[in-house]
Structure formats: structure tokens, C-alpha cells
């Protein structure tokens, strides 16, 4: 991190100071996902307000996405030489500034429909910008805990994603449909620049207590001495990661729309269905953190969420096969199915993502965990795109199939060996 301590404030940001840092972490996750999760799960109002069509919608969704990937890389090298406060400053400044930007020049208002460039532009900054969060907070968290520890702290870092999402996903709809889109990007905009105060406020650089500095030692003893951009164990998982994100992002993009177009669910349905992933998500990776601090079993663990999430997503595409269109009291079966399968793709990132950490060390963690994101939401570009595709050829049965074979490819991917073995958490 960047910047110096005086001895008085050295003081008093001892240990227990770490848990504020994983607190701006939440809330800079959380505000983006608010962002990059909760805009999809307005496609019913984007369709309808912005006169588009589902191949367009993919488009923009995906815009979202490619620019996340594009910017993740050169975002976390750049955490890695000026610090986690500097670069988190920066892009969650630059993220509200550009939701700001939208609410007033891309929302449609009255007769003005802006066009699906304008709009696909704007998502692609958001995400180019937002790309920032991501590395610069875990880099932060990862200075502050230790090993033993730092599985719980990244997952419950990660669960910012889906908490932020399932707010979104609670929130924005009923946003769009009463207030518009500029109420939409306005109250994002509100969100990004409100945790930027937090983190000036509390996002410093560890003080040198004994603690901090023998897990600093200990990072720089074990970390290898390599780029983290030459470590095939470090490109090997981010693909893994990546891979298993098809099926979750098929729920995150495309899930209302199946809901709203096939199983003839209403809002609330749709509202709550979304909500409800993210919330199990969220609670599945706090527990998944501290459960593979305590066994070492971290890459295990990927490797069974793929399996899990496969045999889920399986027979949701056997069901769909089977239903026609006209069953509306399917909506309901439906929606338990996808939170079900929901929550098992999106139950392992912060142990996936702790792992990346773990194997480049605190010092590069910024670009080992922007490569995981680079692969994530490369495939956040990807997936939107695809999935139009897939319904003009098979219709819905082949989409949730397609999810559940990406699951099943993505365990070969994860190696079979664990990184490290869990430590036991020493008390704060």
C-alpha cells in the first residue's frame, strides 16, 4: 500500500484495524456488483425502454463484462506498484462519475430513446473503470490477514458480489419501472462515490506490529519469485475460474428473462428468485472460506462445486425440455431450480480467488487476482453473447445444458493438488 504512518496513528490501527479493511473491501465489491449484476436483472425494462431485442441485449450485458476483463490486468499491475489506496480511490471516483454520466445522457426520458451504441458504450466504461475494485481490495485485505485467516477474510470480501447483486436484483427492477433508468444509474453513481469516502477514510497501510510483519515475512519467504503472468499454476486455475463461470453467468444475464418469457413469472417472482441466489451465494462463501481455511482443501473444493453445479444445472435443462411455454405453474419449480443451481455456481469464488493470492504471494496479488478476473469476466463477455445464440438454435433446454457441460469441463481444468495447507486462525 501507499503511504506512511505516523507513530500515533501506527497505534491505533492495530489488528483489530483489519476488520475496517475488509469492510471498505465489502462495500467496493459490493457497489460494483450492485452495478455489473443488478443492471442484467433490469433486461425486462431494458428491452422495453431502450427497444431492443434479446441479440441486443447480450450485447450489451456483455459489454459490461469485456470492459471488466480488458482493464482487469492492467488495473492489478498497477495496484501492485502504487498501492490498494490509490487505485481503489481512483476507480470507484472514475466508476460514479461515469454512472453519473449515463444517469444524465444515457436514460431514455420522454420520446429520447438513446441507441443501443450509446448505451453499449456507457456499460463498456463502467466496466473498464470498475475493473479497478477487484485486485486493489484483496491486495489490501491480504496485507492485513494472515495465513489461517485469509481464506474467511477474501470469502466474505467475495460475498460482496452476490450481496451487492441480490441488491441489485431487489432494487433495481422496481427502480426501472417507477423512477427510470436515471434513478437506475443515479442510485449507483450514490453508492460507488459514498464507499470512495470509506476508503479514504480507512483503507492504510498495515502498521508494523508483530503480527502483520511476520505473515509479511512469511509471504516473502514462500512466494515465488516468478510473474505471476509466467505461473501456470496461477493461469491454470483462472481458467478453471472461468469456465465455471458459464453456467452462474447464465443465471445473472439471462435468468429473468427465462423466468419472465418461458415460465410467465411475475416481478416478484423474478425479483425474489435473483435475490435469493445471491443471498445463498453469499452465505455459501463465507461458510466455503472458513471451512477450507480449517482443512487445506481449497482446490478440492473448486473442483467439487464443478461437479455439484453440473448435476444441478442438468436437470433443469431436462425439465425445461419437457414443459411447454403455457405451464405457468412451473414458474415456481422453475425458480427453486435456478437458486439451486445459482448458488452452487457461484458458491466457490473466494476460495478460487484466495488461492490466486496464495500462490503469488501478498506483494503480487494485484495481478494474480486480476488474471482470475480477466478469465471471469472474460466469460461475463462471452456468455451474454452466446446465449441468444443458443435460443435461436435450441430454445432454453440447450442454454441450461450448455451450463451444465461448462461445469463439468471446468474439473479437469483445477489441478488436483492443494496450494497450502490450512492454518489454524490466530486470535486476533
Not at 255 to 273: E, Q, Y
Amino acid at each position: 500500500m501507499s503511504g506512511h504512518l505516523s507513530p500515533g496513528i501506527s497505534g491505533a490501527r492495530g489488528r483489530g484495524h483489519r476488520w475496517k479493511v475488509l469492510g471498505v473491501g465489502f462495500a467496493a465489491n459490493a457497489s460494483f456488483s450492485a452495478a455489473f449484476s443488478g443492471i442484467p436483472t433490469t433486461a425486462v425494462f431494458i428491452r422495453s425502454g431502450y427497444h431492443v431485442d434479446n441479440h441486443a441485449l447480450g450485447l450489451l450485458f456483455g459489454m459490461l463484462g469485456l470492459g471488466i476483463a480488458v482493464s482487469e490486468l492492467p488495473w492489478g499491475v498497477l495496484t501492485d506498484r502504487w498501492g490498494d489506496r490509490r487505485v481503489l480511490l481512483l476507480g470507484l471516483g472514475l466508476t460514479a462519475a461515469a454512472l453519473a454520466a449515463m444517469a444524465g445522457f444515457v436514460s431514455p426520458k420522454g420520446a429520447y430513446v438513446p441507441g443501443v451504441p450509446m448505451l453499449a458504450a456507457g456499460l463498456l466504461l463502467v466496466g473498464l473503470l470498475g475493473g479497478s475494485v477487484n485486485g486493489s481490495s484483496g491486495r489490501a485485505v491480504m496485507a492485513w490477514f494472515r495465513e489461517g485467516e485469509r481464506g474467511l477474510a477474501m470469502s466474505i470480501r467475495q460475498t460482496a458480489v452476490p450481496a451487492g447483486g441480490g441488491v441489485g436484483a431487489l432494487v433495481l427492477p422496481a427502480l426501472a419501472a417507477w423512477h427510470g433508468f436515471a434513478c437506475v444509474y443515479g442510485v449507483l453513481a450514490v453508492l460507488c462515490a459514498v464507499t470512495a469516502g470509506f476508503a479514504w477514510r480507512w483503507l492504510h497501510e498495515p502498521p508494523a506490529v508483530e503480527g502483520v510483519a511476520r505473515a509479511t515475512r512469511e509471504d516473502a519467504r514462500t512466494a515465488p519469485q516468478t510473474s505471476p503472468l509466467r505461473d501456470v499454476r496461477i493461469w491454470r486455475t483462472a481458467l478453471g475460474m472461468g469456465v465455471l463461470c458459464v453456467p452462474q453467468l447464465t443465471v445473472v444475464t439471462f435468468a429473468t428473462v427465462f423466468l419472465h418469457d418461458f415460465g410467465r413469472a411475475g416481478l416478484l417472482t423474478i425479483s425474489v428468485t435473483m435475490a435469493a441466489v445471491q443471498t445463498g451465494a453469499a452465505i455459501m462463501r463465507v461458510w466455503s472460506g472458513h471451512w477450507t481455511d480449517r482443512r487445506g482443501n481449497r482446490r478440492a473444493y473448486m473442483r467439487a462445486c464443478s461437479l455439484v453445479t453440473a448435476l444441478l444445472f442438468a436437470p433443469l435443462a431436462v425439465l425445461t425440455a419437457g414443459v411447454g411455454a403455457s405451464h405457468a405453474a412451473m414458474a415456481t419449480v422453475f425458480a427453486a431450480t435456478i437458486v439451486l443451481g445459482g448458488v452452487s455456481a457461484s458458491a466457490w469464488h473466494g476460495v478460487a480467488f484466495t488461492e490466486l493470492a496464495t500462490l503469488a504471494g501478498t506483494r503480487r496479488a494485484g495481478t494474480a487476482l486480476a488474471i482470475g478476473n480477466t478469465c471471469v469476466f472474460m466469460m461475463m463477455f462471452v456468455t451474454p453473447l452466446a446465449i441468444p445464440l443458443v435460443l435461436s438454435i435450441g430454445s432454453w433446454p440447450l442454454v441450461w445444458a450448455m451450463g451444465s457441460l461448462c461445469a463439468l469441463a471446468a474439473l479437469p481444468v483445477f489441478p488436483r493438488a492443494a496450494v497450502s495447507r490450512g492454518v489454524k486462525p490466530t486470535p486476533a
